[in-house]
């Protein structure tokens, strides 16, 4: 067991699809997916790393908000593997535990979300990052409203050009990537 009481991670962002989380954390194996009441997904996470917007799981508390994700199992090695990537503390995003449904069962999860420092309502996600959320809520196969949305984030380019070709490619594997190809690009 981890620090936070739990091993499973609720990813809603960038890795939603397994492919991505894979290539980062392989020991990773994805349970199902859930949904996390009270909460919305923003893109406006201020990345200390590039200057542009990530997704976050913003707290609203109300009723209707829900922020569809997948909920992974994690090796204890790969859980600071994965703090580390996510920007933990001073890269702005904090870890919160929540008790969601998964299988009918109730089950303690972590995710990462924004610390207010790090909140820039005016940011934008580069357009690669919020095709990684569309692609992977794509094929999770959430709510066809859902997914539109992340496609309608207003994005901008990329302008490392080394970066967004790593990116692309992986955008690229997405869509025929199955779980028995394994965790790299073809």
Same mark, same amino acid.
């Given at each position: 067991?981890?620090?936070?009481?739990?091993?499973?991670?609720?990813?809603?962002?960038?890795?939603?699809?397994?492919?991505?989380?894979?290539?980062?954390?392989?020991?990773?194996?994805?349970?199902?997916?859930?949904?996390?009441?009270?909460?919305?997904?923003?893109?406006?996470?201020?990345?200390?790393?590039?200057?542009?917007?990530?997704?976050?799981?913003?707290?609203?508390?109300?009723?209707?908000?829900?922020?569809?994700?997948?909920?992974?199992?994690?090796?204890?090695?790969?859980?600071?593997?994965?703090?580390?990537?996510?920007?933990?503390?001073?890269?702005?995003?904090?870890?919160?535990?929540?008790?969601?449904?998964?299988?009918?069962?109730?089950?303690? =999860?972590?995710?990462?979300? @924004? #610390?207010?420092?790090?909140? /820039? !309502?005016?940011?934008?996600?580069? %357009?690669?990052?919020?095709? &990684?959320?569309?692609?992977?809520?794509?094929?999770?196969?959430?709510?066809?409203?859902? =997914?539109?949305?992340?496609? @309608? #984030?207003?994005?901008?380019? /990329? !302008?490392?050009?080394?970066?967004? %070709?790593?990116?692309?490619? &992986?955008?690229?594997?997405?869509?025929?990537?199955?779980?028995?190809?394994?965790?790299?690009?073809?």
């Amino acid at each position: 067991m981890s620090e936070r009481g739990t091993n499973l991670y609720f990813a809603y962002g960038s890795n939603l699809h397994p492919l991505r989380l894979g290539l980062r954390t392989p020991q990773c194996r994805q349970l199902g997916t859930a949904t996390l009441s009270g909460y919305r997904l923003r893109f406006h996470k201020r990345s200390d790393g590039d200057g542009s917007a990530k997704a976050d799981a913003h707290r609203t508390g109300g009723a209707a908000d829900r922020v569809h994700g997948v909920v992974y199992a994690m090796a204890d090695d790969e859980i600071p593997v994965l703090d580390d990537i996510e920007g933990l503390g001073p890269g702005g995003y904090e870890v919160r535990t929540e008790t969601l449904t998964l299988g009918g069962e109730p089950r303690m =999860v972590f995710l990462y979300t @924004a #610390v207010t420092s790090h909140v /820039d !309502p005016h940011g934008r996600p580069f %357009a690669w990052y919020r095709d &990684l959320v569309w692609h992977g809520a794509r094929w999770q196969g959430f709510p066809g409203d859902y =997914v539109a949305a992340i496609g @309608a #984030v207003a994005a901008g380019d /990329d !302008p490392d050009p080394a970066r967004r %070709a790593k990116n692309e490619r &992986l955008l690229e594997a997405m869509p025929g990537w199955h779980p028995d190809h394994g965790y790299h690009l073809p």
